[in-house]
């Protein structure tokens, strides 16, 4: 008797989970299911490409800023310079 | 060619224009948008004593001297005109372009990215398939009642009466 019980209810659950899943599959290739896709890529898109500029403005203010302290001559050569005649 | 294959091709030809236009027309739009949320929001979100800096240091003030050698005027750039220089190289802008790449497509950003997308996809489909179901209710026709096969009964006509 706990066998069939067991295989029912594995064979119940087993009915539900993939219908569930044939409704979920067929919805994502309906024309509604592609326009949902493509609007969630839209907004994956703009997030990427948030991202993307956060990361490349950092490194450009990274890169101007080193730049900067490479290009100024410490003030110790500042003085020397002036003392020479 | 015949006609019909013609008239498929122009067929086409004018959704792919309809297409891009919407595309720039919708982008304008959310351009526009954007541009008066920010005029309308940036007098309040943003109080009188606080001033944004760019993290560049600044030129020295006084301006580089011209000089004559050899006949030419020579004219030092300024430290900004340096560095923008350097930074404006194909080289330093790939550079800086692989940086915001490597940014982007860090496991961070690339969960929380797929995670939008997902919770995008699934607020979507949400809403419509509560339209479907609020439509579906709507265009059911009302059922009768329940006892209707009963009919009148003689004796809510005696009442009646």
């Known amino acids: 008797m706990t066998p069939r019980v067991v295989w029912f209810v594995a064979g119940t659950a087993a009915g539900v989970y993939a219908s569930v899943k044939a409704r979920r599959a067929a919805y994502r290739v309906s024309a509604p299911g592609l326009i949902d896709q493509v609007g969630a890529l839209g907004v994956g898109w703009r997030a990427f490409r948030d991202e993307f500029t956060e990361g490349r403005d950092a490194q450009e203010r990274d890169l101007a800023r080193r730049l900067s302290q490479t290009l100024t001559p410490p003030p110790e050569t500042l003085s020397i310079e002036k003392d020479q005649p | ?161």
């Open chain 2, 1 to 161: 060619m015949s006609s019909a294959s013609w008239m498929l091709v122009a067929t086409a030809v004018l959704a792919v224009v309809a297409i891009a236009a919407a595309v720039i027309a919708v982008r304008a739009a959310r351009r526009v948008a954007v541009a008066a949320v920010r005029t309308a929001v940036a007098p309040t979100a943003r109080p009188a004593s606080l001033v944004l800096v760019e993290n560049v240091e600044p030129s020295p003030a006084a301006p580089p001297e011209a000089r004559v050698v050899e006949d030419r005027l020579v004219v030092p750039p300024t430290q900004q005109q340096v560095v923008s220089a350097a930074l404006g190289r194909p080289q330093a802008r790939l550079t800086i372009a692989a940086h915001g790449l490597a940014h982007a497509l860090r496991p961070e950003s690339r969960d929380r990215i797929l995670a939008l997308m997902r919770r995008e996809y699934r607020r979507r489909r949400r809403l419509r398939l509560k339209a479907a179901r609020r439509a579906v209710r709507e265009a059911t026709p009302q059922a009768e009642p329940a006892d209707s096969w009963i009919g009148e009964l003689p004796s809510s006509k005696a009442v009646g009466e």
